[in-house]
Every structure is written in C-alpha cells, then in structure tokens.
C-alpha cells in the first residue's frame, strides 16, 4: 500500500518561506510523478507543482519564480521549497503521485499565510 506523509506546513507572514516535505513508501517505483497539490476553502483543489524522475518539472503560473519542487530518489522523498509567500498561498496542500494509473494522496498539510 502506498502512503505519503506530509509535514512542514504551519503558519508564515507575507514574504515568508516554508519547506514542505512528502515521504513515499509501500512503493519500489522511483520513476513515477510526483507532485503538490493545494486546496483553499470554498476551491478547487488545484497543481501546485510536479516533477518526474528526470527532474523535468511543472508548475502553476501563480507560483512561478516563488516555488521550486525538487527529488531525492534515494530518499524516495519529494520538497516543495516556497518563498516570497502571499496570503493566497494559503491552503492545504496535498502531496500526490501516480502509480501505474492509481493516484495517491497524503494527508494534506496546512500553510497558512497571513500577518
């Protein structure tokens, strides 16, 4: 069964930094996508970032030149590094993957922005 684990999230002023942090187990797969995905209240849970073993990555234009997703494959551990954060950051953000066509989800970790 394969789990992911957040942790990292908490509470940040405007401008502010967080590094977010997502373990996988239960999985040899070391080529699959892995990704961040957030949800605000009242929203659609929406891609934040993704990356796949290559280190080609993805993200969405609001967080364009403030986040950076980055690997460790031996760790089989995903980050997402956020700077410059605004107050519409805020949200629960979910780490992601795929696996031979079956999404799985973590628990969802809180980043709240706000002075």
């Known amino acids: 069964q394969v789990q992911l684990v957040e942790s990292g999230g908490g509470l940040v002023q405007p401008g502010g930094s967080l590094r977010l942090s997502c373990v996988a187990s239960g999985s040899r797969r070391r080529d699959n996508v892995m990704g961040w995905y957030r949800q605000a209240p009242g929203k659609e849970r929406e891609l934040v970032a993704s990356?796949?073993?290559?280190?080609?990555?993805n993200y969405a234009d609001s967080v364009k030149g403030r986040f950076t997703i980055s690997r460790d494959s031996t760790k089989n551990t995903v980050y997402l590094i956020m700077n410059s954060l605004k107050p519409e950051d805020t949200a629960v953000y979910y780490c992601h993957t795929a696996i031979w066509g079956i999404n799985y989800w973590g628990q969802g970790t809180q980043v709240t922005v706000s002075s």
């Open positions: 990356i796949i073993s290559g280190g080609n990555t």
